[in-house]
């Protein structure tokens, strides 16, 4: 399975990206994950996991928020994306292997008291995680995300995405991301999100991504997350829901989770004006939502 990494000379000068690249070899083959590692190492730790096919880029208006009030926020990008080494064969992502390196990467910097935040993708691995590894985590926050079991059916809209993700010669990640806020992103910014994927071979991780989601009931990721699922239905630590009302996919998938999980009950949950990318779009209210939860949960 070929690894690639895309030339550092991509990502200079990233318009409101001025963080120090932090790196970590998450496997005995020296698979090499990228994250950023920003403010107080005493303070409470936000991780903060990035979705389809964004990179941490895409937490940059929430990261200097978040450091102010004094958290220590870590932001990786996923294997397949952003600074991170990516496969070049479709094949070789799973959703058990994109769990697997994300475990890694926890266990390795030994993160405990994680308040989470997840959107998309991040909340398809941070909700599994944190319910598998339950002991790691203290709070969690979702922004346009949901758990799939494979037992419920999936809006027409996400079918036309995984269709195009795996079948279209144009994948034009910035311009993905720019359809996908309601906030007008310049074309530095577009090309800021682009950077990470010089050509074809780059992008394979953003293309695997839709044809993981669990989407029949008997998917290969299917029981795990059943049983992650169930877990939830019994996490009793801070829940809330912080989502974006103009995202057509996901916008409602709050209702499920303030429905079966006992912590989102009584919380001040948010519908906010923002599409899919809600990070772009509310990225400072997002940042405070998290500060307040902590506050009130310490």
Known sequence: M???????TRFAALPGYPFAPN????????????????????????????GEPSWSYLYRKMIPPLVAAGHRVIAPDLIG?????????????????HVDWLVAFIERLDLRGITLFCQDWGSLLGLRIAAEHE??????VVGNGILPTGDTSVPIAFKLWRAFALHSPWFP????????????LTAAEIAAYDAPFPGNAYKAGTRAFP??????????AAPANRLAWGKLGQWTKPFLCVFGRNDPILGHADKALIAHIPGAQGQPHQ??????????????ALAAAITDLIRRHP
Do not use: N, W
């Open 2 to 8: 070929p690894t690639i990494r895309t030339p550092d």
């Open 211 to 220: 044809r993981l989601v669990p989407t029949e009931s008997d998917d290969p």
């Open 23 to 50: 790196y970590l070899d998450i496997d005995e083959h020296g698979l090499r994950m990228h994250y950023l590692d920003e403010g107080p190492r005493d303070g409470q730790i936000v991780l903060l996991l990035h």
């Open 271 to 284: 519908r906010l004006p923002g599409g899919h990318f809600i990070q772009e779009d509310q990225g400072p």
């Open 135 to 140: 002991v790691r985590f203290a709070r969690i």
């Open 81 to 97: 994306f952003g600074k991170s080494d990516k496969y070049t064969a479709i094949d070789d992502y799973s959703y058990q292997r």
């Open 173 to 184: 990640i910035g311009r993905i991301v720019a359809t996908g806020s309601k906030t007008r």
